[in-house]
């Protein structure tokens, strides 16, 4: 099937990597969730916080407020006061957390590897950089 509109095809392409890759988790988390919570657990030599985790994945506080309080009420995570700053939040990993992480992420490790095959370097080093320009042309006022 070929759409002439870009949005849509993202969204489709969007829709089934999501698919493929959630397919035999437990549901308890999304795959932002899992991204996110895998962010925290490989970068846990210094304090994640949640006004990072906004910025570095583009999402509303009140968004990450709510997928806190969620990922928080299922154990994956714990949210600390800052030491540094006690009006910020500090994402921590609970154990089933890390659990829940490393099953996700071989899951993503093998999904990845079967998303690359046929393409070479070169074309993805090109599609990293047609992805950065429709990030750019998307925060560039029309």
Known sequence: M???CLTLEIRILANRL?????ADMDGQLTMHQSLILGYVI???ERQITQKEIEELFSIRRSTA?????????????RRDS????ARAKVIVATELG???HNKFSAKLIAFEKQLRSGF??????????MMRKLWNN?????
């Open 98 to 100: 890390i659990q829940a």
């Open 120 to 129: 070479s370097k070169d074309e993805m080093k090109m599609f990293r950089i």
């Open 65 to 77: 407020n709510h997928m806190f309080q969620l990922m928080e009420k299922n154990g994956y995570i």
């Open 2 to 4: 070929e759409f002439d």
């Open 82 to 85: 800052s030491l540094s700053d």
């Open 42 to 44: 490989t970068h846990n």
């Open 138 to 142: 998307i925060n560039t006022d029309a």
């Open 18 to 22: 999501y698919q493929t890759v959630m």
